[in-house]
């Protein structure tokens, strides 16, 4: 039990940190801290939730219906937090979302192991390869739903969660491969769970999150980065 609790912390939390750190860089100014505190602890909280409804869905035979269904269901999930009054047509919504999905990437799997959705025995080798595929995960999720917050501050919501939602699809197709086909292919798919994740938080953290900045601090935070 205290591997697993180390395990919630290595795999999930600190991760998240070490990216909500490098993602916030050269943003000062725009979101409050207290406001980023509270969408990650929501995310993580709605994480647990989602993590939990899976756990009875594993027990069934792989089926393009879930694929599609649970990808609705993140990305809807994460919409209605960010789509209060509080946040449309703000800019640093972009932001929150991105840390809400942080926070949901950072206890999904985590939950999973401690809710022995894993029965194996602790295996660092095994969790190290857990390692990578929630980092992908996490990194997914947090770019989807900050593309899905920015989508509510240009007032373009529905386009945005239509595109995210289609966006998930493959990456619920490997997650779930990965659940049900794990020999010999199990590191492949931790593999692309990562490249996945990673792909789509390069592409907002570079195209998308800078459109809410002034041209000047874009430029300042252009620089920061090189």
Do not use: W
Request: contains cysteine; proline residues 3%; hydrophobic residues 55%.
């Amino acid at each position: 039990m205290l591997f697993q609790l180390q395990a919630i912390l290595f795999l999930g939390i600190i991760p998240a940190l070490v990216f909500l750190f490098l993602s916030l860089k050269g943003y000062d100014g725009i979101y409050k801290q207290k406001t980023v505190f509270l969408t990650l602890v929501v995310g993580i909280i709605i994480g647990v939730i989602v993590a939990v409804s899976r756990l009875f869905i594993y027990r069934l035979p792989l089926s393009i219906f879930f694929i599609v269904a649970f990808a609705f269901f993140e990305q809807l999930i994460k919409t209605i937090v960010l789509n209060i009054g509080r946040f449309q047509r703000k800019k640093d919504t972009t932001i929150y979302g991105l840390t809400l999905g942080l926070g949901f990437g950072a206890s999904f799997t985590p939950f999973l192991i401690i809710a022995g959705s894993i029965t194996e025995e602790p295996n660092l080798a095994l969790y190290g390869l857990i390692l990578i595929g929630t980092i992908g995960f996490t990194l997914f999720h947090a770019s989807t739903a900050a593309y899905i917050g920015y989508g509510i501050y240009i007032g373009r919501l529905t386009k945005y969660l239509l595109i995210a939602i289609i966006i998930q699809l493959p990456f619920n197709l490997i997650l779930d491969l990965a659940r049900y086909i794990k020999d010999p292919f199990f590191v492949y798919y931790q593999i692309a769970l990562l490249l996945y994740g990673l792909i789509c938080y390069i592409y907002i953290v570079k195209y998308v999150m800078p459109n809410i900045l002034k041209d000047k601090d874009r430029r300042k935070r252009s620089n920061r980065l090189i």
